[in-house]
């Protein structure tokens, strides 16, 4: 086999930070390659990209997330103590506590939840002279999961704990001001999810049986110890920041209707035929996250490369979805490649890839796409609203990315009839 290429820049991190999304890609077609050898942070990195390179990195017990990511994005998307930071079985028996909470039942009763929350809002939303979709959208998905996993939310708390959750995702491949934003806010709503399991542990708040928050608070790792109440802290905000987080996913599938109108169309006439594969292509087509991280636990060989013992490695998420040998005209929106879809689990991976058991894919992508297929019935046959002048092109330096405007809509109402709804 030929030698892996090397990048020749010293280090690359400002490269990676001005290219954000295509960085791995892009010098993975230079190279000719789909993996190469860098710097990041003054640090050697593998980077790769593809099918192939995604059944290495989640071959089960190979590699870990542990130093596989800078602190500060480690820090707001999972922080210290989490699920995310366990192996073997450690991990195996922490990941079976949130897939508990993802049954049929569970993921329905959450979905419902969202589409009442959501035509609760339509009121607001239509006496405003502008409603921007992805702020509107986190603080439904916020309202709700709250709701779902018996944490309490006040009326007038309802907004910021949003814009708490919204800011850990959206801050988490930022620098500057939105690192620091996202930092700050975290803080903030560890402080209010740890108190409120030191009542349920204390019996001071009574939560649902069954619900997140009484799972989480009550689970027992091997050693038969309740989680430190910092980190069950941490991860009942492991449940609620990702829910949140599908806002995101929400923004991107409201502009997919918004530029393939003949989507929103049959959407709005009552045809779900395809409504699966729409959501499945929004998250194939769009930028959700860009690369995961790993470190290798037991070196291997891959393709006459040796990764030792603590090599870092990086997957190419976006790229990987967006790879001409999969998907054959990647940069076409086109649900239509879904149809009949094998369900690969490791060529089709914005939320990662392997098993959601016994890997790091993530426990909660079933949701996602349910939570995604409802939000789209309601924008396309629920509601009417209008989609001004504005800037949607997405930036795919920043990460993660949104619409520049984050979509601004305008004269919501909802749809006199089942033939009257979208924009």
Known sequence: MAPIPRDPSPDSTLALLSEGYTFISERCRRHRSDRFETRLMLQRAVCMTGEEAARVLYEPDRFTRRGALPLTALLLLQDLGSVALLDRDAHRWRKRMFLSLMTPEGIGRLADLTADHWRAALGTWGSMDAVVLDDAAQEVLCRAVCQWAGVPLPESEAGRRAREFGAMFDGAGGVGPRLWRGMLLRSRAERWIRVLVEQVRAGKLAVPEGSAAHVV???????????????AAVELIN?????VAVARFVTFAALALHEQPEWRHRFEAGDDGDLEPFVQEVRRFYPFFPFVGGRVLKEFDWRGHRFARGTWALLDLYGTDHDERIWGDPEVFRPERFRGWDGSAFSFIPQGGGDHHTGH???GERLTIELMKRAVRLLAAEMRYDVPEQDLRIDLARMPAVPNSRLVIRNVRPARSPGEGGG
């Open 217 to 231: 608070a009550w689970h027992r790792d091997p050693d038969g110890e309740l989680l430190k109440p910092g980190h």
């Open 239 to 243: 449940v609620l920041r990702p829910t």
């Open 361 to 363: 894919r993530c426990a």
